[in-house]
């Protein structure tokens, strides 16, 4: 399986330049070794380098004395250090930084054959040499990965435990998608970055060209929205896959990450041997976490004025639920003084109802006693009227004794004049006043 997973990959994923652009001599004079079809300078050094899978790959380090960071520089595929030579060196001056690259196995004047595990262990004996030879530390080390260049890139990153940043520049989700656009990762598939990128805890730049025509821009899109420590990254509008430098937001956008990347508080302090960089990449983690909890801690024991600055806030936020408090017993106090007043009011339309219930009742009685008084009245007049009949039945007694029978007009008109005196008088109807005169 390995044998066929090795074959695949070799045709379709590396094509080194044939042949070389480059060749290799020692200098008599110094015995150093030198590159033939480039320009010589004092401070660039090239190197040959062992590989623990038995390959011998050739490195070249430049040297910038303004540069505290250092740059492990894994190119791209159909490349080799030869067509590289004059980009790189303009880097390392303009970043500023020191810069280490080198060949993979079978590329160049490199021996071996071009694999994917062989990519991963050029670029751990790379890293090897930084530390063993210039003494560079993890912390100073930046890792910067090429479209092919991003598979051993991401790798080392994932093995090393206080690295300080990673550019990946057009880089890969896989080796098969950029060929397909497979949503899911196949035993066969090379450089799997899509599943390691999450395991970088370190901050990452992600550079991609929006017109690139071999990886296509996804690629970079998904690889950033997948990073753990994310970078602004740099889309340059139009770019491809190899002209991205000629852009002069390119170096521009990559000297601010340098910059901030040399300022920044990344520094980690970590106790024991650095990692096994052929064990298992996840054991590597456990050691950053410990110095970002350090870190943690000291911030939060350091006094921050955005502490200050949060304590105001929330003092004024005090302030304001006092005045707020204050409105509101104010408004209480009105509100009660109000009912109050309404109490008042209630009191006043309760007496003035009371009131007019009492003249309702006084006026009641006096309509009683005026009916009282007039009935008095009628019985009065009627004891008057009685009084009077009795009289003058005595009287019509004695006329009758006197004149006799024969007087019947004498004693009608005698009782006209009496119906007379009770019409105006208005007491009683002459009808019962003539029923009780004839019935007397």
């Known amino acids: ?79 080799d250090l030869g067509q590289m030579y004059e980009l790189l060196s303009e880097l390392s001056v303009h970043l500023p930084v020191n810069l280490l690259t080198y060949d993979y196995s079978g590329y160049g004047k490199s021996t071996g054959k071009p694999s994917e595990h062989n990519t991963y262990a050029d670029v751990e004996a790379a890293y090897r040499c930084l530390e063993e030879i210039y003494g560079v530390k993890e912390e100073d080390v930046i890792l910067y990965g090429q479209s092919l260049g991003s598979g051993p890139t991401i790798d080392l990153a994932v093995r090393l435990s206080r690295l300080r940043a990673v550019v990946l520049h057009s880089a890969i989700l896989s080796g098969l998608r950029v060929l397909y656009p497979v949503k899911r990762t196949y035993w066969f598939d090379i450089f799997k970055n899509i599943d390691k990128i999450p395991l970088v805890k370190c901050p990452v730049l992600v550079i991609h060209g929006t017109a690139d025509d071999v990886v296509d821009f996804s690629h970079g899109k998904q690889l950033w929205e997948l990073c753990k420590e994310k970078y602004e990254p740099l889309w340059i509008k139009g770019g491809n896959h190899c002209d991205l430098e000629l852009y002069p937001q390119f170096i521009r956008h990559l000297k601010k990450f340098i910059s901030a990347m040399e300022k920044s508080a990344h520094l980690i302090n970590c106790s024991g041997p650095v990692a096994d960089l052929s064990g298992n990449p996840q054991n590597s983690t456990d050691c950053i976490e410990k110095s970002r909890q350090s870190i943690d801690q000291r911030e939060k024991s350091m006094p921050s004025t955005d502490q200050i600055e949060k304590r105001r806030p929330s003092i004024d936020h005090r302030e304001k639920s006092r005045t707020s408090i204050d409105k509101s017993e104010k408004s209480r106090t009105s509100t009660d003084k109000r009912e109050k007043s309404r109490t008042s009011t209630d009191k006043r339309e309760k007496s003035r109802t009371s009131t007019d219930k009492r003249e309702r009742t006084r006026t009641s009685t006096d309509k009683k006693e005026k009916s009282r008084t007039s009935t008095d009245k009628r ?62």
């Open 379 to 440: 019985e009065k007049l009627r004891t008057s009227i009685d009084k009077r009949e009795k009289p003058r039945k005595s009287m019509d007694g004695r006329e009758k004794a006197c004149a006799g029978t024969d007087q019947p007009e004498k004693a009608r008109k005698s009782i006209d004049r009496l119906g007379g005196m009770m019409r105006s008088v208005g007491l009683c109807n002459i009808g019962c006043f003539k029923h009780n005169v004839s019935g007397g």
């Open 1 to 79: 399986m390995g044998g066929v997973k090795s074959s695949l990959a070799s045709k379709f994923a590396f094509c080194p330049p044939k042949p070389p652009s480059y060749g290799l001599a020692v200098d008599e004079s110094t015995g150093r070794l030198t590159m033939s079809g480039v320009p010589s300078r004092e401070n660039v050094d090239i190197l040959k380098l062992c590989t623990k899978r038995g390959n011998e790959i050739v490195a070249m380090y430049m040297r910038n004395p303004a540069a505290t960071l250092t740059l492990l520089y894994s190119h791209g595929n159909a490349a």
